[in-house]
């Protein structure tokens, strides 16, 4: 009778057991599932400001959006949703949040005090469209040659000095005009929908 009870006990315990890793598994799940990335949160919570993609390379682009609040609470906001591989120094009111295959870019709004324009941009188009010296204080630049090539820094300053239309070295693709290649494409047939979209 008493082993008849124990492996009933052990039966219970078992399912019990099986009940409990369920559980916990699916509240995990559940959870992942909810997880946003920080991208998609900008495009659904920002205001589109305007877009820059290379016609030939999907890959190579940037998108431009506005938020009414600080650079500092911008990225507070964003690395609570996502949390980036590497958070920049904030420097003369610019701050870098760097994820697995892009950056997010804040720069304070010069012609609206207490906003921020925020770029997200592909690790493509920043290998290829940013001035090294865009990122001074801000990252280190054995981070960027450890993601874009050992002698990215040097070969990209010496392509912005000759084409400085082709490169950033200010404040960030807003403000600062199309590339003078030509191969660029403004406008809104990006995800953001076109200027005037988002919250």
């Not at 315990?13 to 920080?38: P, R």
């Not at 938020?67 to 590497?86: F, G, M, R």
């Not at 120094?89 to 010069?110: A, C, K, S």
């Not at 630049?141 to 912005?160: I, M, P, V």
Request: glycine content about 12%; hydrophobic content about 30%; proline content about 3%.
């Amino acid at each position: 009778m008493r082993r008849a009870v124990s492996v009933h006990l052990e039966c219970f315990h078992m399912k019990i057991k099986k009940w409990l890793i369920l559980t916990v598994a699916s509240v995990f799940l559940l959870a992942a599932c909810g997880m946003q990335e920080a991208d998609d949160y900008v495009d659904e919570n920002y205001t589109f400001i305007d877009a820059v993609q290379n016609n030939t390379n999907a890959n190579d682009q940037a998108m431009v959006y506005r938020t009414n609040q600080s650079v500092a609470d911008t990225a507070s906001e964003l690395i609570d949703v996502e949390q980036p591989e590497k958070v920049g120094e904030e420097v003369d009111g610019r701050q870098v949040l760097v994820y697995d295959n892009e950056f997010i870019i804040l720069t304070e709004d010069p012609d609206n005090p207490g906003s921020t324009l925020v770029e997200v941009a592909e690790e493509e188009f920043v290998r290829t469209h940013y001035s090294p010296g865009f990122f001074s204080g801000m990252l280190l630049g054995s981070l960027l040659n450890g993601r874009f090539g050992s002698n990215w820094e040097r070969t990209q300053t010496n392509k912005c000095r000759n084409n400085n239309d082709d490169c950033y070295s200010g404040g960030g693709y807003y403000g600062t005009g199309t590339f003078s290649s030509g191969s660029y494409g403004r406008g809104s047939t990006f995800r953001g929908g076109g200027p005037g979209e988002g919250k």
